[in-house]
C-alpha cells in the first residue's frame, strides 16, 4: 500500500482504519469465540485512531515528515499479528514518519 500524496488522502486512510474498527466491532457481537482476540487492543485503538481522525480534520494534527511513530505503535507492534487492517495502519504510520508520498 503506497503512502498518502498529501493531507486529504492521510485523513481518508485514518478514516478507513476507523470504518475498519467499526467492522470489526460488528464482527464480533455476532462471534463470541474470536472476542478473546480483538478485545485486548480493540477499544484503545479506536480511542487512539479517532483522536487520530479529529486532530487532523481540526487542523490541530503536527503534520507528517518527523521521523516520530504516531502514538498506536507501541499496541500496533505489541498486537500486530491479531489486526486484520496491519497494512493499513502501517502505511498511516509511514505517511507520518517519512511524509507524504511523491
Avoid at 485523513?11 to 457481537?29: G, K, S, T, W
Avoid at 487512539?48 to 499496541?75: C, K, N, Q, W
Amino acid at each position: 500500500m503506497k503512502k498518502a500524496h498529501n493531507l486529504n488522502e492521510l485523513i481518508d486512510l485514518v478514516h478507513e482504519a476507523v470504518y475498519e474498527v467499526d467492522e470489526l466491532r460488528a464482527c464480533l457481537e455476532h462471534d463470541d469465540d474470536e472476542a478473546s482476540t480483538y478485545t485486548p487492543y480493540l477499544d484503545d485503538l479506536d480511542r487512539m485512531l479517532r483522536e487520530l481522525h479529529e486532530a487532523m480534520v481540526s487542523g490541530r494534527y503536527g503534520g507528517v515528515g518527523r521521523g516520530e511513530d504516531l502514538g498506536f505503535m507501541p499496541l500496533f507492534k505489541k498486537y500486530e499479528r491479531a489486526i486484520p487492517f496491519r497494512e493499513l495502519l502501517r502505511t498511516i504510520n509511514a505517511t507520518h514518519r517519512e511524509g507524504y508520498e511523491a
